[in-house]
């Protein structure tokens, strides 16, 4: 029986021509991952993350953005549905989401970007694995959607985070 083979294992393949710097000094502050297949998507969100202070990586493919996850902790992730890989023999970014501790994955605020899902629904986040869903059709408030999305992240986690300093694991 062949073995499956996960996207881990081949992002570091010659296809990754975009990420042919991954140790490149990153400033200090926020970052965030933006993989989206649509150019003008892309531009756009890039440009709204900046605009909110982000050091912003652009991809519009999944491995891509895998080889440059596995050399940077971002603090924000922009993951469009078809950059996920879904269906195929390859894990996409949001499985590679999935395996990572909860320690570390707790630190990351995912957004997917769907056309099938409506904007905040948060079972279907949950379900997903994501903090956010933000539907295609209200692309042009992204950046009121993240606002709110991080600010009832930092909500549902400020007594978790509180605790963790009181007993010094933060």
Known sequence: MEERKKSSDTVGSESCDTFDRPFDFVEEGKTALVCEPDNAVLENLGAVLEKMGYHVTKSTAGPDSLESMKFHLYDLLVVGESCDSQGSDEDGVLD??????MGVRRNIFVVLLSTT???MDNMAAF???VNLIINMKNI????AIIKRGLADN???????RE???KAGRL
Do not use: C, D, N
């Open 96 to 101: 590679y989401i999935r395996q990572l501790p």
């Open 117 to 119: 899902v409506r904007t």
């Open 127 to 129: 379900g997903r694995s």
């Open 140 to 143: 042009g408030q992204v950046e």
């Open 154 to 160: 930092e909500a549902f986690y400020a007594t978790f």
């Open 163 to 165: 605790a963790l300093k």
